[in-house]
């Protein structure tokens, strides 16, 4: 199974910036979909970004116009790109690959966004 490691996370203040970054120990060309989750505390972990191996994206209403994934084989590693952030950002966001045979996450990483 693939490792996978976030970065990138911290505490801004709203209407500011942040990339995270999934970090993956194998090549991640053959995975169906790499996505991005989030989860704040008490709610369930939902789904933020996802891009398939097609190249199409799909983002949460909340997000879209301001969040971009991407994914660069070269370096195998997913990008979450975040603009203009607001306090109900704040969550642990976790990187996610999956084929039919496999489904990895990491171990997450923290955003908090508070003035």
């Known amino acids: 199974q693939v490792q996978l490691v976030e970065t990138g996370g911290g505490l801004v203040q709203p209407g500011e910036s942040l990339r995270l970054s999934c970090a993956a120990s194998r090549s991640i060309f053959s995975y169906d979909t790499m996505a991005w989750y989030r989860q704040a505390p008490g709610r369930q972990r939902e789904l933020v970004a996802l891009i398939r191996s097609t190249g199409t994206t799909t983002y949460a209403d909340s997000v879209k116009g301001r969040f971009t994934i991407s994914g660069d084989h070269a370096k195998n590693t997913v990008y979450l790109q975040m603009h203009s952030l607001k306090p109900e950002d704040t969550a642990v966001y976790y990187c996610?690959?999956?084929?039919?045979?496999?489904?990895?996450w990491g171990q997450g990483t923290q955003v908090t966004v508070s003035s």
């Open positions: 996610n690959l999956r084929t039919s045979l496999e489904n990895s």
